[in-house]
Protein backbone atom coordinates (compact mmCIF):
# COMPACT_ATOMS: atom_id res chain seq x y z
CA UNK A 1 0.00 0.00 0.00
CA UNK A 2 1.13 3.56 -0.33
CA UNK A 3 3.73 4.65 1.77
CA UNK A 4 4.50 8.49 1.25
CA UNK A 5 4.93 11.03 4.07
CA UNK A 6 3.66 14.59 2.65
CA UNK A 7 3.48 18.16 3.76
CA UNK A 8 0.94 20.17 2.19
CA UNK A 9 -2.34 22.19 1.71
CA UNK A 10 -6.22 23.42 1.45
CA UNK A 11 -9.46 24.11 2.22
CA UNK A 12 -12.95 26.29 2.02
CA UNK A 13 -16.14 26.08 -0.23
CA UNK A 14 -17.67 29.07 -2.16
CA UNK A 15 -21.02 30.40 -2.18
CA UNK A 16 -22.67 31.95 -5.16
CA UNK A 17 -24.36 35.41 -5.08
CA UNK A 18 -27.76 35.72 -6.07
CA UNK A 19 -28.57 38.65 -8.37
CA UNK A 20 -31.03 41.83 -7.55
CA UNK A 21 -33.95 42.31 -9.11
CA UNK A 22 -33.97 45.55 -10.78
CA UNK A 23 -36.18 48.39 -9.32
CA UNK A 24 -38.36 49.50 -12.41
CA UNK A 25 -41.52 48.86 -14.01
CA UNK A 26 -40.39 46.79 -17.08
CA UNK A 27 -40.73 42.63 -16.12
CA UNK A 28 -38.14 41.60 -14.01
CA UNK A 29 -36.40 38.23 -14.86
CA UNK A 30 -36.40 35.18 -11.77
CA UNK A 31 -32.97 35.22 -9.77
CA UNK A 32 -30.42 32.45 -10.75
CA UNK A 33 -30.22 29.72 -8.44
CA UNK A 34 -27.86 28.93 -5.62
CA UNK A 35 -25.41 26.82 -6.57
CA UNK A 36 -25.82 23.67 -4.35
CA UNK A 37 -23.13 22.42 -2.01
CA UNK A 38 -21.99 18.98 -2.80
CA UNK A 39 -23.87 18.61 -5.39
CA UNK A 40 -27.27 19.10 -3.78
CA UNK A 41 -26.78 15.68 -1.67
CA UNK A 42 -27.59 15.51 2.21
CA UNK A 43 -26.68 11.52 2.51
CA UNK A 44 -28.07 9.58 5.66
CA UNK A 45 -25.48 8.84 8.23
CA UNK A 46 -25.37 5.01 8.90
CA UNK A 47 -26.05 6.36 12.51
CA UNK A 48 -29.34 7.99 11.29
CA UNK A 49 -29.75 12.19 10.28
CA UNK A 50 -28.46 13.62 7.42
CA UNK A 51 -24.85 14.85 6.64
CA UNK A 52 -24.07 18.41 6.03
CA UNK A 53 -21.52 19.63 3.38
CA UNK A 54 -18.20 20.56 4.61
CA UNK A 55 -15.74 20.71 1.46
CA UNK A 56 -16.40 20.84 -2.50
CA UNK A 57 -14.45 20.85 -6.03
CA UNK A 58 -15.84 20.41 -8.95
CA UNK A 59 -12.57 21.70 -10.57
CA UNK A 60 -14.71 24.31 -12.73
CA UNK A 61 -12.15 26.55 -13.77
CA UNK A 62 -9.05 26.49 -15.94
CA UNK A 63 -6.18 26.31 -13.05
CA UNK A 64 -5.88 24.24 -9.96
CA UNK A 65 -7.57 26.55 -6.96
CA UNK A 66 -4.55 27.39 -4.49
CA UNK A 67 -6.79 28.00 -1.78
CA UNK A 68 -7.94 24.86 -1.60
CA UNK A 69 -5.40 22.45 -2.83
CA UNK A 70 -1.44 22.19 -2.31
CA UNK A 71 0.58 20.95 -5.05
CA UNK A 72 3.40 18.23 -3.94
CA UNK A 73 6.91 20.00 -5.19
CA UNK A 74 9.96 17.72 -4.07
CA UNK A 75 11.92 21.12 -4.41
CA UNK A 76 10.03 22.70 -1.80
CA UNK A 77 8.87 19.46 0.58
CA UNK A 78 11.81 17.15 -0.11
CA UNK A 79 9.58 14.33 -0.40
CA UNK A 80 10.87 12.18 -3.24
CA UNK A 81 8.75 9.41 -5.03
CA UNK A 82 10.06 6.34 -3.11
CA UNK A 83 13.59 6.19 -2.70
CA UNK A 84 15.03 9.27 -5.06
CA UNK A 85 13.37 7.28 -7.82
CA UNK A 86 11.15 9.74 -9.02
CA UNK A 87 10.10 13.73 -8.51
CA UNK A 88 6.92 15.37 -7.34
CA UNK A 89 6.79 18.87 -9.70
CA UNK A 90 4.18 21.76 -9.68
CA UNK A 91 3.94 21.53 -13.62
CA UNK A 92 0.91 22.15 -15.71
CA UNK A 93 2.37 18.18 -17.67
CA UNK A 94 1.71 16.75 -14.39
CA UNK A 95 -0.95 18.61 -12.85
CA UNK A 96 -4.20 20.54 -14.82
CA UNK A 97 -7.69 21.83 -14.86
CA UNK A 98 -9.92 22.22 -17.38
CA UNK A 99 -13.40 20.69 -18.72
CA UNK A 100 -14.29 20.11 -15.13
CA UNK A 101 -11.72 17.91 -14.30
CA UNK A 102 -8.31 17.72 -12.63
CA UNK A 103 -6.05 15.70 -14.31
CA UNK A 104 -2.80 14.20 -12.72
CA UNK A 105 -0.01 12.58 -14.49
CA UNK A 106 3.14 10.56 -13.82
CA UNK A 107 5.59 10.43 -17.03
CA UNK A 108 9.14 8.99 -18.08
CA UNK A 109 10.41 12.08 -18.95
CA UNK A 110 12.43 11.96 -22.45
CA UNK A 111 16.13 12.47 -20.59
CA UNK A 112 17.13 12.58 -17.30
CA UNK A 113 16.77 15.78 -15.23
CA UNK A 114 18.18 17.10 -11.61
CA UNK A 115 15.34 16.75 -8.85
CA UNK A 116 15.76 19.56 -6.50
CA UNK A 117 15.45 18.23 -3.01
CA UNK A 118 16.26 20.71 0.66
CA UNK A 119 17.83 17.09 1.70
CA UNK A 120 20.11 16.84 -1.41
CA UNK A 121 19.68 17.26 -5.24
CA UNK A 122 19.46 13.48 -7.30
CA UNK A 123 18.83 12.86 -11.12
CA UNK A 124 15.84 10.54 -12.03
CA UNK A 125 13.56 10.75 -15.56
CA UNK A 126 10.35 10.36 -13.13
CA UNK A 127 8.09 13.12 -12.87
CA UNK A 128 5.05 12.72 -10.64
CA UNK A 129 1.78 14.24 -9.56
CA UNK A 130 0.42 14.42 -5.90
CA UNK A 131 -2.28 17.29 -4.64
CA UNK A 132 -3.34 17.69 -0.93
CA UNK A 133 -5.14 19.41 1.26
CA UNK A 134 -2.40 19.95 4.18
CA UNK A 135 -3.04 23.05 5.98
CA UNK A 136 -6.31 24.21 3.95
CA UNK A 137 -8.70 21.77 4.66
CA UNK A 138 -8.57 18.84 7.23
CA UNK A 139 -11.34 17.07 8.87
CA UNK A 140 -12.06 14.06 11.69
CA UNK A 141 -14.75 12.12 10.98
CA UNK A 142 -17.75 12.22 7.82
CA UNK A 143 -17.99 11.32 4.65
CA UNK A 144 -14.83 11.71 2.00
CA UNK A 145 -15.68 11.43 -1.40
CA UNK A 146 -13.58 11.16 -4.49
CA UNK A 147 -15.17 10.63 -8.29
CA UNK A 148 -12.48 9.99 -10.68
CA UNK A 149 -11.38 7.82 -13.59
CA UNK A 150 -7.88 5.37 -13.31
CA UNK A 151 -5.46 5.50 -15.91
CA UNK A 152 -6.43 3.96 -19.60
CA UNK A 153 -3.74 0.29 -19.38
CA UNK A 154 -3.91 -2.76 -18.15
CA UNK A 155 -0.24 -3.11 -17.85
CA UNK A 156 1.34 -3.74 -14.81
CA UNK A 157 3.56 -0.33 -13.59
CA UNK A 158 0.96 2.34 -12.64
CA UNK A 159 -0.39 3.14 -9.63
CA UNK A 160 -3.24 5.43 -8.79
CA UNK A 161 -4.20 6.43 -4.82
CA UNK A 162 -6.98 8.51 -3.59
CA UNK A 163 -6.29 8.70 0.16
CA UNK A 164 -5.97 10.51 3.99
CA UNK A 165 -3.18 11.80 5.88
CA UNK A 166 -3.25 13.28 9.23
CA UNK A 167 -2.87 16.90 9.90
CA UNK A 168 -0.34 16.53 12.27
CA UNK A 169 1.74 13.54 13.52
CA UNK A 170 -0.24 13.66 17.24
CA UNK A 171 0.81 10.02 17.97
CA UNK A 172 4.30 9.94 16.29
CA UNK A 173 5.71 9.46 12.68
CA UNK A 174 3.92 6.58 10.02
CA UNK A 175 2.24 4.69 10.82
CA UNK A 176 1.70 5.59 14.27
CA UNK A 177 -0.75 8.22 13.29
CA UNK A 178 -2.44 6.62 11.43
CA UNK A 179 -3.53 6.74 7.12
CA UNK A 180 -6.39 5.79 5.07
CA UNK A 181 -6.37 4.77 1.72
CA UNK A 182 -9.78 5.35 0.17
CA UNK A 183 -8.78 3.89 -3.05
CA UNK A 184 -5.86 2.66 -4.61
CA UNK A 185 -5.43 1.13 -8.29
CA UNK A 186 -2.96 -0.86 -9.09
CA UNK A 187 -2.54 -1.14 -13.20
CA UNK A 188 -1.52 -5.21 -12.19
CA UNK A 189 -4.63 -5.51 -11.33
CA UNK A 190 -6.84 -3.22 -12.96
CA UNK A 191 -10.07 -4.81 -12.16
CA UNK A 192 -10.00 -4.15 -8.59
CA UNK A 193 -9.63 -0.92 -6.00
CA UNK A 194 -7.71 -1.38 -2.52
CA UNK A 195 -9.34 0.25 0.57
CA UNK A 196 -6.83 0.32 2.99
CA UNK A 197 -7.00 1.19 7.04
CA UNK A 198 -2.90 1.67 8.47
CA UNK A 199 -1.84 2.27 11.23
CA UNK A 200 1.04 0.77 13.86
CA UNK A 201 0.92 -3.19 14.08
CA UNK A 202 -1.66 -3.32 12.06
CA UNK A 203 -2.60 -6.98 10.30
CA UNK A 204 -2.96 -6.39 6.84
CA UNK A 205 -5.42 -9.13 6.19
CA UNK A 206 -7.82 -7.20 8.30
CA UNK A 207 -6.77 -3.79 7.32
CA UNK A 208 -7.09 -4.05 3.71
CA UNK A 209 -9.61 -4.88 1.71
CA UNK A 210 -8.64 -7.46 -1.22
CA UNK A 211 -12.55 -7.80 -2.80
CA UNK A 212 -13.34 -4.73 -4.25
CA UNK A 213 -14.32 -5.12 -7.83
CA UNK A 214 -14.73 -2.04 -9.88
CA UNK A 215 -15.80 -3.14 -13.70
CA UNK A 216 -14.34 -0.33 -15.98
CA UNK A 217 -12.12 2.02 -13.52
CA UNK A 218 -10.24 3.04 -16.18
CA UNK A 219 -13.22 3.66 -18.82
CA UNK A 220 -15.20 5.69 -16.71
CA UNK A 221 -16.11 7.88 -13.78
CA UNK A 222 -16.83 6.15 -10.83
CA UNK A 223 -17.31 7.21 -7.10
CA UNK A 224 -14.96 6.16 -3.85
CA UNK A 225 -15.97 7.05 -0.52
CA UNK A 226 -14.94 6.21 3.10
CA UNK A 227 -17.50 6.91 5.91
CA UNK A 228 -15.42 7.42 9.01
CA UNK A 229 -16.95 6.93 13.17
CA UNK A 230 -15.28 6.60 16.15
CA UNK A 231 -15.49 2.99 15.88
CA UNK A 232 -15.29 2.18 12.46
CA UNK A 233 -14.52 2.71 8.93
CA UNK A 234 -17.27 1.71 5.60
CA UNK A 235 -15.64 2.08 2.14
CA UNK A 236 -18.08 2.49 -0.24
CA UNK A 237 -17.32 2.38 -4.27
CA UNK A 238 -20.44 3.59 -6.43
CA UNK A 239 -22.07 3.74 -3.20
CA UNK A 240 -21.94 -0.19 -2.50
CA UNK A 241 -19.85 -1.05 0.84
CA UNK A 242 -17.12 -3.17 -0.25
CA UNK A 243 -14.93 -3.30 2.65
CA UNK A 244 -15.21 -2.46 6.72
CA UNK A 245 -13.08 -1.78 9.50
CA UNK A 246 -14.01 -1.47 12.96
CA UNK A 247 -12.13 -0.74 15.83
CA UNK A 248 -13.52 -2.84 18.25
CA UNK A 249 -11.93 -6.13 15.87
CA UNK A 250 -8.76 -4.32 15.29
CA UNK A 251 -6.09 -5.47 17.97
CA UNK A 252 -3.57 -3.37 19.30
CA UNK A 253 -5.84 -0.15 18.73
CA UNK A 254 -7.12 1.25 21.77
CA UNK A 255 -10.14 3.25 21.52
CA UNK A 256 -10.60 5.54 18.34
CA UNK A 257 -6.70 6.68 18.38
CA UNK A 258 -4.94 7.37 16.57
CA UNK A 259 -7.92 7.50 14.14
CA UNK A 260 -10.10 10.62 16.14
CA UNK A 261 -7.52 12.88 15.00
CA UNK A 262 -8.34 15.67 11.46
CA UNK A 263 -6.58 13.47 8.58
CA UNK A 264 -6.54 16.46 4.95
CA UNK A 265 -7.19 14.77 1.16
CA UNK A 266 -4.46 13.33 -0.93
CA UNK A 267 -4.51 12.23 -4.46
CA UNK A 268 -2.00 10.44 -6.01
CA UNK A 269 0.05 9.76 -9.58
CA UNK A 270 2.62 7.77 -9.50
CA UNK A 271 4.57 4.63 -11.43
CA UNK A 272 4.18 1.19 -9.49
CA UNK A 273 6.61 -0.74 -7.10
CA UNK A 274 7.09 -4.32 -5.70
CA UNK A 275 4.46 -6.91 -7.59
CA UNK A 276 3.35 -3.69 -10.09
CA UNK A 277 6.92 -2.58 -10.71
CA UNK A 278 7.12 -0.82 -14.10
CA UNK A 279 7.87 -3.81 -16.64
CA UNK A 280 8.94 -3.24 -20.85
CA UNK A 281 5.72 -2.23 -21.67
CA UNK A 282 4.44 0.19 -18.89
CA UNK A 283 3.27 3.17 -20.72
CA UNK A 284 5.91 5.78 -20.11
CA UNK A 285 2.66 8.35 -18.76
CA UNK A 286 -0.28 7.66 -17.18
CA UNK A 287 -3.31 10.29 -16.50
CA UNK A 288 -5.72 9.76 -13.04
CA UNK A 289 -8.96 12.10 -13.75
CA UNK A 290 -10.64 13.29 -11.03
CA UNK A 291 -14.49 15.34 -11.86
CA UNK A 292 -14.88 16.49 -8.00
CA UNK A 293 -14.03 15.77 -4.46
CA UNK A 294 -16.97 16.36 -1.80
CA UNK A 295 -16.28 15.70 2.02
CA UNK A 296 -19.80 15.69 4.74
CA UNK A 297 -19.69 15.93 8.04
Given at each position: ?124 D ?30 QG ?43 G ?24 VE ?70
Amino acid sequence: MLRLRLLCAVGAITASVTALAPVATAPTSAAPPKQQACGGERLAKPGGGRYTCSFEDNFDGSALDRTKWMVQDTSVTGVPVGQNEGCYVDDPDNVSVGSGVLRLTVRKESAPFVCQSPYGAFTTDISAATVVGYGKFSQTYGRFEFRARMPETTIQGIHSALWLYPQQHTYGAWPASGEIDVAEWFSGDPGKVYPSVHYTGENPLQSTGFNCPVAGASSQFHDYAVEWTSTSMRFLYDDRVCFEHSWLDASPLAGSAPFDQPFYLVMTQVFGGGWNSVVADTPTSATMSVDWVRVWR
